[in-house]
């Protein structure tokens, strides 16, 4: 009998025009060898303009949904997008507890490419206080994670350091957070990997011209696959990011907004050598 592939799991919403969510987890982790598991958390009405609407299923439905495959298939990583209620964040919670062994990777879904909120106060809130202490990587873009990190004695939301950002996200729970740098003012987008003890790498690479809908669950996609393959965490990461700028450069325009990411760029012979695109610096403590 042939060895099944590793299996990971995602909690994230319904995207029907296939660029992120749901969608743009399924296509990542079945690109990169594993055999994808869904788990619906909510329903969109979207397109690649944007986000019209969203409607979080039941809690009950989400955890039904989970416990199923989970009693039935092992699972190598889970994965969290967009969650829409309290009440699933906490379902969700109670699930990965059962499962300490298994890594977490997180992409906090906060507001589309377009700006449409999809997380309110509380349910950041909630995501504070139940989830990032079971996650194993958090994976925001700098905006995300200067929010989640803010404090009450803070003057000023987007002054906020990212290396202070990140240790107060550590201090949270994580155990390591992936700050990338897509919507930093840079010549290259820079992306850091933090953990307790600091900067753990910091990865360059080339500005993309077009603006991409979905790159955020790419990349926190790859980063469970890559992890369910057995990589490090290192590994995962600079795997990651490899396969996300060149699914990101082979994009394509299919509607009248954003690039979707090609999640099969190399099915069509796209070349796969980060030297044409990334000039990667490497830091260890």
């Known amino acids: 009998m042939l060895q099944p592939p590793p299996i990971v799991l995602s909690f994230a919403a319904n995207d029907p025009s296939g660029g992120a969510g749901l969608q743009a987890?399924?296509?990542?982790?079945?690109?990169?060898?594993?055999?994808?598991?869904?788990?619906?958390?909510?329903?969109?009405?979207?397109?690649?303009?944007?986000?019209?609407?969203?409607?979080?299923?039941?809690?009950?439905?989400?955890?039904?949904?989970?416990?199923?495959?989970?009693?039935?298939?092992?699972?190598?990583?889970?994965?969290?997008?967009?969650?829409?209620?309290?009440?699933?964040?906490?379902?969700?919670?109670?699930?990965?507890?059962?499962?300490?062994?298994?890594?977490?990777?997180?992409?906090?879904?906060?507001?589309?490419?377009?700006?449409?909120?999809?997380?309110?106060?509380?349910?950041?809130?909630?995501?504070?206080?139940?989830?990032?202490?079971?996650?194993?990587?958090?994976?925001?873009?700098?905006?995300?994670?200067?929010?989640?990190?803010?404090?009450?004695?803070?003057?000023?939301?987007?002054?906020?350091?990212?290396?202070?950002?990140?240790?107060?996200?550590?201090?949270?729970?994580?155990?390591?957070?992936?700050?990338?740098?897509t919507h930093e003012n840079t010549l290259h987008v820079t992306n850091t990997l933090y953990a307790a003890d600091g900067i753990v790498r910091s990865d360059e690479w080339k500005r993309l011209e077009n603006t991409y809908h979905g790159s955020g669950c790419t990349l926190a996609s790859a980063i469970a696959a890559s992890l369910a393959n057995g990589l490090s965490m290192s590994e995962s990461v600079v795997e990651a990011q490899d396969y996300t700028w060149h699914a990101l450069r082979a994009g394509f325009r299919p509607g009248m907004g954003q690039y979707i990411p090609n999640r099969f760029f190399w099915a069509k012979g796209e070349e796969e050598s980060t030297s044409e695109g990334s000039v990667i610096e490497k830091h260890r403590n």
């Open 25 to 181: 987890d399924m296509l990542t982790i079945a690109s990169m060898g594993c055999h994808p598991l869904s788990i619906v958390t909510a329903i969109t009405v979207q397109d690649t303009t944007g986000v019209d609407d969203v409607m979080p299923l039941d809690a009950e439905w989400v955890a039904d949904q989970a416990r199923a495959v989970l009693e039935d298939m092992p699972v190598n990583a889970f994965k969290i997008g967009l969650l829409g209620s309290v009440e699933i964040i906490a379902t969700i919670a109670e699930i990965i507890s059962d499962y300490p062994h298994i890594p977490v990777v997180m992409d906090p879904v906060l507001t589309s490419g377009r700006g449409d909120e999809l997380a309110n106060e509380e349910t950041i809130d909630a995501m504070r206080e139940l989830l990032l202490s079971q996650v194993t990587i958090l994976t925001p873009n700098s905006l995300e994670a200067r929010h989640l990190a803010v404090q009450d004695t803070d003057q000023s939301e987007s002054k906020l350091d990212l290396g202070l950002c990140a240790q107060r996200l550590l201090d949270m729970g994580c155990e390591y957070v992936l700050i990338t740098g």
